[in-house]
């Protein structure tokens, strides 16, 4: 369930333990935190640095093997066996459980940025919004806001067209439709991974 932007997050803690069990949230602090200026105040040879540059990789690396997984998915479904899905079955595991490495590593970088920029007082007065704002303003970003709205009506988009598209437009055998979805589905969640839309939305 997503923290909605209105609400006081009480403590530094909670928040930053929002961002490690919330994927929307994750993916936007990760957004910050690639913006090279807020890099830049902490130094390019700072521990801040190099833990960000590892936290770049790992992401680059998962996401590469979302993406052939994805591929391997789309191959499957229409040269191979309903069966064969099951031998993805351990890759999406290890995918989980490497994103939850993820987040940890962007809630523990993002909360040096906002123990760095706010009091404790702060967190029990001042919403995520409000706390998204400001940053939106100091490092010119898209709005934590204007990326959820985006990322859950991209998400829905695709799910409601792919369930038109193999219900009706080119249907296939019942579970042949079902896996189609649900690829597609993941591939909208992976997509939205990638920041370089977000830029369009300053």
């Known amino acids: 369930m997503h923290l909605q932007p209105f609400k006081l997050n009480t403590s530094l ?35 801040f640095s190099d833990e960000l540059k590892d936290l770049r990789h790992k992401i680059l690396f ?14 499957v479904l229409f ?9 993805f079955v351990p890759m999406f595991i290890l995918l989980f459980v490497n994103d939850t490495s993820i987040r940890k590593g962007i809630g523990r970088l993002s ?25 939106c ?23 409601v067209s792919s369930v038109v598209v193999f219900a009706f437009a080119f249907p296939l055998k019942i579970q042949q439709s079902y896996i189609a979805i649900a690829i597609l589905f993941y591939a909208s969640k992976v997509i939205t991974g990638f920041h370089f839309m977000f830029n369009r939305m300053k």
Do not use: C, M, P
């Open 111 to 135: 909360q040096r940025v906002l123990s760095r920029d706010f009091v404790d007082n702060d967190f029990e007065n001042k919403s995520l919004y409000q706390i998204g704002e400001n940053y």
């Open 79 to 87: 040269l191979g066996k309903i069966e064969h899905f099951l031998a």
């Open 13 to 47: 803690e909670a928040l930053t333990s929002t961002i490690e069990t919330d994927n929307e949230i994750a993916n936007w602090f990760y957004y910050l935190l690639s913006e090279s200026s807020l890099e830049n105040e902490f130094g390019k040879d700072s521990q």
């Open 62 to 75: 998962q996401n590469t093997v979302k993406v052939i997984v994805l591929l391997f998915l789309a191959i």
């Open 137 to 159: 303003k100091k490092y010119g970003v898209a709005s934590l806001v204007t990326v959820q709205f985006f990322t859950v009506n991209f998400v829905r988009l695709v799910f």
